[in-house]
């Protein structure tokens, strides 16, 4: 059993910074990418950032210089510090991973049950 727990989520004030976490816990035997998502009501799921286990970054557009991805290997955990927050960052933040299970023959991605972030004007 693999389960991804998402933490930090909150409100906060237009150009505010929160920093949000997630851990991977399980039967895992490696992890590939992990990254974040969030979804807007009303709107699709869209990518924020994600991260290879080497190290390589990628950003969405709305997010590049506010936003940084991190991750800590040893502790199977993924990082987002968001700072100079928008109200149009307001949303459900996802974490997922790609990884593979001690149970499973290949990489599947896993996904959390989200945090809310709500900034307001």
């Known amino acids: 059993q693999v389960q991804l727990v998402e933490s930090g989520g909150g409100l906060v004030q237009a150009g505010g910074s929160l920093r949000l976490s997630c851990v991977a816990s399980?039967?895992?035997?490696?992890?590939?990418?992990m990254g974040w998502y969030r979804q807007a009501v009303g709107k699709q799921r869209e990518l924020v950032a994600s991260i290879i286990s080497g190290g390589s970054t990628n950003y969405a557009d709305s997010v590049k210089g506010r936003f940084t991805i991190s991750r800590d290997n040893a502790k199977n955990t993924v990082y987002l510090q968001m700072n100079s927050l928008k109200p149009e960052d307001t949303a459900v933040y996802y974490c997922n991973a790609d990884l593979k299970s001690t149970y499973s023959h290949g990489t599947f991605r896993y996904w959390g049950k989200g945090t809310l972030v709500t900034v307001s004007v």
């Open positions: 399980g039967s895992i035997d490696s992890i590939n990418a």
